[in-house]
Structures are given as C-alpha cells and as structure tokens.
C-alpha cells in the first residue's frame, strides 16, 4: 500500500455509491457507526433499507447523475459500484457500470469539490490486461486517480464472500474451493486468498477518515487493514 496516513479527523460527509450492493450495503453501516462522519449521502436505483437520524437517501438514474451534481458535495466519496459480465450481458454493459459510472461520479465529486474518492476495484486490475474484466478496471482506477482530488484511495479485493441476494452458481464452486486452499496461499498468491466483505468495507473506512494521499491497497493489505479495525 502505497499512502500517507495522517489524524483522524471528525464532523465530515460522505457519499456511498452501490450501497445495496455485497460490499455497499456493508460500508453503510459502516458509515452510519462511524462518529467521524455526521452525514451520510446515499445514491441508489432502488430503495435502500436502512434508517438514521444521519442518513439522506436518493433514489437516481445512474444514466443522468449529471443532473444530480449537487449531492456529490461532500467531503468524502465511496464508490462501491459493479456488476459481472454474466449479470451485465455484454461488455458494453459492463463497461457502462464499472468504467463510466465510476469515472462520471469521480468528475461530478472534483467539480462540487470532494476531497477524497474511494473505489473498490479487483485483484489483478490493469488497463495493460488482455482480461477484459481487469482491463476495465484498471482503466477505471487509471482515469479517478488522474483526477485532481487530495486523495484516492483504490481497494483491489479477491474472490468475495458474503450472501448475495441472487445465487450465483459460479462464485459459489469458487468459494467453496478457494476457502480451504486459502492457508496455503502465502508469498505473491496471498493476495489471491478469498476475503469477506465486510472486510473489504472496514479497511475501506480505515484509510478514508484517517487522511493521507492515496494508494493502492492490495487485497493481502485489505485483510490486514481489515484487522487492524477490528482491534481499533
């Protein structure tokens, strides 16, 4: 992980995007817990179940947030945005979700004056891949952090495991064998080790209110994070 962490700091904002998503809906009660942030912007197609005094929610058409610019004023953004290729259909759908939605809500934070952006990613993203899928995104990650934000942060996670509300026969096989493999992947294969999502949210709040400059964070480094916060 390559980052600067500094004080953290309280009485900011922040805004959740894929909040009824596997690690969205995590990352909100996350947020909703968490002291140093006193408001809690939601944007999502669907409705959201959940209730706090410090929550706002707002239902939105991912294909016009340009008209909903304002709600991106806040200090701090969380894009927990993305889909599959199975569920998107095709790689133009996909590439609609993990590349422009991301990339059009990054450009919506700087203009309102966001500080921080944070996204989740995948383990082996890079826009230089001939994988489609990690293609995408690492040209994603590449387009957010030549944005001029005091910070972005970009988790890369493995496999996920959580339950998910549609069954997915796929990820199930991968989990149930990737699970008991996961001791024995030590040196450069610890980063492909299977993580939870609830994980993957709290080492994404870590970083966010405790400052810095950004960096990438590995899923070996997620874990770490991830007890770090469990002890903290």
């Known amino acids: 992980m390559t980052a600067d962490l500094e004080t953290p700091s309280t009485g900011r904002s922040a805004l959740l995007l894929g909040a009824t998503g596997l690690v969205g809906s995590h990352c909100l009660d996350l947020l909703l817990a968490d002291d140093s942030y006193e408001r809690v912007r939601v944007l999502a197609r669907r409705p959201v179940p959940r209730r706090s005094p410090k929550l706002e929610t707002h239902r939105v058409d991912f294909e016009d947030l340009g008209s ?5 004023a806040v200090d701090d953004i969380f894009c927990c945005l993305g889909t599959t290729m199975a569920r998107a259909g095709s790689e133009a759908a996909f590439r609609r979700v993990d590349y422009d939605y991301p990339l059009q809500a990054a450009e919506l934070a700087v203009a309102e004056g966001a500080e921080q952006f944070l996204m989740v990613s995948a383990v082996g993203a890079d ?5 489609f899928y990690n293609r995408v995104k690492g040209e994603a990650e ?5 944005l001029p934000f005091r910070a972005v942060w970009v988790l890369r996670p493995s496999l996920l495991l959580g339950e998910r509300e549609e069954f997915r ?5 991968a989990a149930a064998v990737a699970r008991p493999l996961a001791p024995l ?3 450069r294969l610890r980063r492909y080790r299977p993580i939870t999502v609830r994980d993957v ?3 994404m709040l870590r970083p966010a209110h405790q400052g810095g400059t950004g960096g990438v964070v590995e899923s070996e480094e997620i874990a770490e994070l991830a007890a770090l916060g469990r002890e903290g």
């Open 68 to 72: 909903h610019a304002a709600y991106f």
């Open 127 to 131: 826009p230089q891949s001939r994988i």
């Open 142 to 146: 590449a387009a957010v952090k030549r």
């Open 169 to 173: 026969v796929g990820e199930r096989l």
């Open 185 to 187: 992947m030590i040196g």
């Open 201 to 203: 949210a709290v080492a």
